[in-house]
C-alpha cells in the first residue's frame, strides 16, 4: 500500500504496518558513530556489562528513526509535502541488538493547511514495539500531505512565454525552444 492523500484519511485509522525489522550490531554501531554520540552505552560491551542492562542498549534516536521508517510506506509515500515536527517522544523500555521491531500507526488529528489549498495536515501516533509486545518507543508525528488530485486535470501547464499555443508536431528544420523560453503555469 502506497501513502495517502490528506482526504484520504479519517481519525481515529489504525494501521499494523506489515514491514518489522531485527535491529543488528551493524545498525546500531552505524548510527551511533555516523550520528557522533560516544555514549559507551551504545558501542562499548565491557560498560554495558557493567550497567543495569547488562549489555549494549540501541542507540535511542536509531529506535525513533525506524519507528518513522516503518511507517512511512503506508502513511506518507508519494504523499508528503514535508514533515513539520514532533512531539511527545517516549522510550518506555530498551532496544537490544537482536529485538524485532513493529510499527502501529493511529491517525489523531487532521486539518486543511491555512497556507496551502492543495494540501492537509494529518498528526499521527506511532508505536513501534519488540518481539514481547512491549511498547519501546512512541510519538506523535505531524505532517503536511498532498490533497488527491482531481482526475483528469493536469496540475501544471507548459506554455511557451509569448502565450502562442506549441504545435504537438514540429518540422524537423525548426530549432527547439530553450528552457528560458519556457513558463510552468500552475492552473487555477
Not at 503506508?74 to 522510550?91: F, H, Q
Not at 486535470?153 to 502565450?163: H, I, N, Q
Amino acid at each position: 500500500m502506497a501513502g495517502r492523500y490528506f482526504d484520504e484519511w479519517t481519525v481515529g485509522d489504525r494501521i499494523a504496518h506489515d514491514i518489522r525489522r531485527t535491529v543488528t550490531e551493524t545498525d546500531n554501531l552505524l548510527f551511533t558513530t555516523l550520528s557522533h554520540n560516544p555514549q559507551p552505552l551504545h558501542l562499548d560491551a565491557d560498560y554495558a556489562a557493567g550497567t543495569e542492562f547488562g549489555r549494549i542498549v540501541v542507540n535511542g534516536t536509531f529506535t525513533f528513526a525506524l519507528t518513522v521508517g516503518l511507517s512511512v510506506g503506508d502513511t506518507t509515500l508519494g504523499t508528503l509535502v514535508a514533515n513539520l515536527g514532533y512531539d511527545k517522544v517516549t522510550m518506555p523500555k530498551p532496544v537490544f541488538i537482536g529485538d524485532t521491531l513493529r510499527v502501529e500507526t493511529e491517525v489523531m488529528e487532521l486539518r486543511r493547511s491555512n497556507s496551502r489549498p492543495d494540501a492537509g495536515i494529518a498528526t499521527f501516533r506511532h508505536i513501534t514495539l519488540n518481539q514481547r509486545g512491549e511498547i519501546v518507543c512512541q510519538c506523535l508525528r505531524t505532517a503536511m500531505l498532498k490533497v488527491k488530485p482531481s482526475r483528469g486535470c493536469a496540475r501544471y501547464s507548459l506554455r511557451p512565454v509569448t502565450g502562442r499555443s506549441v504545435s504537438k508536431k514540429r518540422s524537423p528544420q525548426a530549432p527547439m525552444p530553450s528552457f528560458s523560453t519556457w513558463r510552468i503555469r500552475l492552473r487555477p
